[in-house]
């Protein structure tokens, strides 16, 4: 059972106990993330948690950093959410302050040197070539383009080339010194440790007076979308890369739930429709698979997947009938139970370890403000009826909320908007 509490100065502790493992994680994260950046400093979020790594003041080196974290056999990692960032270390129970100490020290601390800004453009730069590169990486930020038009949903996490060459440290510091606020900050604490040394721990180390922060807000998105709608980017490449999908429910949404069963049936495993049609009965793919992307205002269902080239318009056919299908007839009383079997043994198996405890607890309180234990969500999801799906089905699939963004070698877009038809 997890337990809360808040600081002074605004920050908030989560505490969930493992004592059933000899390691623990402690993980920060922040409501920073893509889509609070203007498009003047699109990236700008990725790129802190790239510079805070590179030394503070009394680690004046990424090597300082790491060198002492390995000493250890600690894990450590950041990354960067189109509404999040978040920073962890996992480490023996025994050294946990350490964990503490270098998470505070490279987040209120790190110093952000002009020369490591210069090298740390070249490095985005070239994880950007690589995304770019990697067409089952781009398309689906293809996808979210087309999906959310015009929106910082639809901005790239780590921003366009010609900002990351150009924004400035000056730029860079006042973002930081904005959203790195403890008020912003939830610091979530999973594994084997004592309640109030934790709480000492963060008092220590994150406890400082700070400014307390307005609520950080963003722009909701609100689709208008009205007929269907494709992307393409041309590349002569011998597999067919797509993304198929709709807008569809934000986290808070109660109809999330039916959603997380249709897509396990219709693609999120080896015994799901589209894998078994798509790819062991015809053979057209080497991976197919269907999935949510979900915010706190809106989300996407999107069916991705690497296809034939010269059989991508029958793919795409079966893929939609599939989806049609499921509108019109609905799921069977076995795929509706093997599916809530089936989350609940990810569930059950991804909670075996203190990183992803601590990244369950810290998500939902930053992004919902609100935590469901395992075991309330799992009564959830196993609430869902036939109907319920149904009924989200017949809400969602429609022809004029499809989206498709495809590369490979193709420029027409008018013979994949003939497809896009139930």
Not at 160 to 181: G, M, T
Request: glycine content about 6%.
């Amino acid at each position: 059972m997890y337990s809360k509490s808040k600081l002074k100065n605004g920050l908030t502790l989560i505490t969930a106990p493992l004592p059933e493992t000899k390691a623990v994680t402690v993980l920060v994260v922040l409501p920073v993330g893509s889509r609070y950046e203007t498009k003047n400093i699109n990236g700008v979020s990725h790129f802190i948690e790239h510079l805070v790594f590179k030394g503070t003041k009394r680690r004046p080196t990424s090597l300082d950093i790491s060198k002492e974290l390995d000493s250890v056999g600690a894990e450590f990692n950041a990354y960067t959410a189109k509404d999040h960032t978040g920073y962890h270390i996992k480490i023996a129970a025994d050294k946990i302050e350490l964990a503490f100490d270098v998470l505070a020290d490279i987040i209120f601390n790190a110093t952000l040197e002009p020369v490591e800004i210069a090298k740390e453009r070249g490095v985005i730069l070239e994880e950007i070539n690589m995304y770019r590169d990697n067409p089952l990486f781009y398309v689906q930020q293809l996808f979210e383009q087309t999906i959310f038009p015009n929106h910082s949903l639809g901005q790239l996490i780590s921003g366009p080339k010609d900002v990351i060459k150009k924004i400035s440290r000056a730029q860079i510091l006042q973002y930081k010194n904005k959203f790195y606020q403890p008020s912003n900050m939830v610091v979530t604490v999973a594994g084997n440790f004592g309640q109030k040394k934790v709480l000492n721990l963060t008092k220590k180390y994150f406890g400082q007076k700070a400014k307390v922060n307005r609520p950080v807000k963003f722009l909701p998105f609100k689709t208008k979308q009205s007929k269907p709608q494709v992307s393409l980017n041309f590349r002569q490449t011998e597999q067919i890369q797509i993304c198929l999908g709709v807008p569809s429910y934000s986290l808070i949404n109660p109809k999330i739930y039916p959603l997380y069963l249709l897509a396990v049936i219709l693609g999120g495993n080896m015994s799901s429709r589209l894998f078994i049609n798509v790819r062991e009965k015809y053979g057209l793919a080497y991976y197919i698979k269907s999935d949510l992307s979900s915010y706190q205002d809106i989300g996407s269902f999107v069916i991705q997947a690497g296809l034939d080239k010269d059989r991508i318009k029958q793919a795409i056919g079966l893929i939609l009938a599939e989806l049609k299908n499921i509108r019109e007839q609905g799921v069977t009383v076995k795929e509706l139970s093997r599916a809530k079997e089936f989350l609940k043994g990810k569930l059950i198996l991804g909670l075996e370890d203190s990183e992803n405890v601590a990244d369950w607890y810290s998500k939902q309180e930053l992004l919902i403000n609100k935590i469901d234990t395992p075991q309330q969500q799992l009564k959830k999801i196993f609430a869902v009826s036939q109907k319920d799906i149904k009924k989200v089905a017949a809400e969602l699939i429609l022809d004029k909320k499809l989206n498709l963004s495809l590369i490979g070698p193709f420029k027409q877009k008018a013979e994949f908007e003939k497809l896009l038809k139930f």
